[in-house]
């Protein structure tokens, strides 16, 4: 169903760590996307041994305002940055 | 169909909503739809007896901003009678499952009731650089988008942005962002509710006339519903008596401000603009821009970040 993108070959998710069993030795978790926020984010993190010993937030969204707001008029500056975030 | 009933009558009396309340609320969607009065009771036949339409709600490229225009309503609201009304199974801001586990929430839906579900879309689709501007679970929107509104029954897409690209698509649109029109070409049963956000009211009216009709209500050219956006807001609004008068507002703060009068000097829209904004209004009805004394930046319209812009420049004169 989904493509493989570079990286995939690491997506090992959270539902596959029970708790009390570690992970294996080394291996990274990512969590895509996380929900009850507004945007679209994505953690990962890298454990060995059963301990984080990396992580990784990445915004997997892109709109480019700040490519927008250039040469426009300065009062309207606040109705296009106010739509960054609706909530 | 009588148990059927009965449930549905008991879990609007669960959340407080009394039979008097649900008719008062099947009024007025039929009066938001322009359809005469006597047409309140088949409203609410078909809301009693309809089954609850399973709805993916994607998003892509956007701010929340239409979600929170959905889930900001007074309680027992319109977006509660919405939510008995629907079996939202997929919303990546309201749903529990994260990760991994938001695919099978989908996948689910999608097996289980393949070309019966309603998908509704926020935010526009970003297709240039092979669509990597927005990515869920390593796919990109814009697949995402083909996949579930192509099996859909039926497409909404809510907001500006999925309508026509919104924000994103602003010159220079530097992602290459579309609208759901655009971006998935073809779909045979699609309706856009722009404006930014768009209106809760209109969101509802749209899905109560689909589970009593079995169809969206008539729409334009740009496949907006008539009974939303067949009305120019300068003609409707409420200070348009001051601008047959020539009493303008011209600078903020000024008399004419604080007694209410017309915005046009002031870079209102409300001339080029169409949208039931001076009826429906904001907040439970409360008030609406032009209300509150600012003028309307033209938001239900396409290209609005571009053709409406700078929004505080006057439009010409007649």
Known sequence: ?87 | MELWQTRFVERLDQRGVSRRRFLKFCGMMTATLALPARYTGRVAQALMEAPRPPVVWLEFQDCTGDTESFLRTKSPGVDELLLDLLSLDYHETLMAPAGEMTERSLADTMTRFPGQYICVVEGSIPTAAGGIHCMIRGRTAHSIAQEVCGNALATIAIGTCAWEGGIAAAAPNPTGAMGVKDAVPGLASLVNLPGCPANVVNLTATIVHFLTFGSWPETDGSGRPHFAYGEEIHEECERHDHYEDERFVLEWGDEGHRQGWCLFRMGCKGPETHHNCPSVRWNDGTSWPIGAGHGCIGCAEARFWDRMSPFYAALEDD
Request: with cysteine.
């Open chain 1, 1 to 87: 169903m989904s493509e493989p993108i570079p990286g995939e070959e690491y997506k090992v998710f959270l539902p596959s760590v029970q708790k009390g069993q570690a992970p294996s030795p080394a291996s990274r978790v990512a969590i895509d996307p996380i929900t009850r926020i507004e945007g679209h984010l994505r953690i990962e993190v890298k454990i060995e041994n059963g301990r984080v010993v990396d992580a990784w937030s990445s915004g997997m969204m892109f709109r480019g305002i700040e490519l927008v707001l250039p040469g426009r008029d300065p009062r309207d500056a606040w109705v296009f940055t106010q739509r960054i975030c609706g909530v």
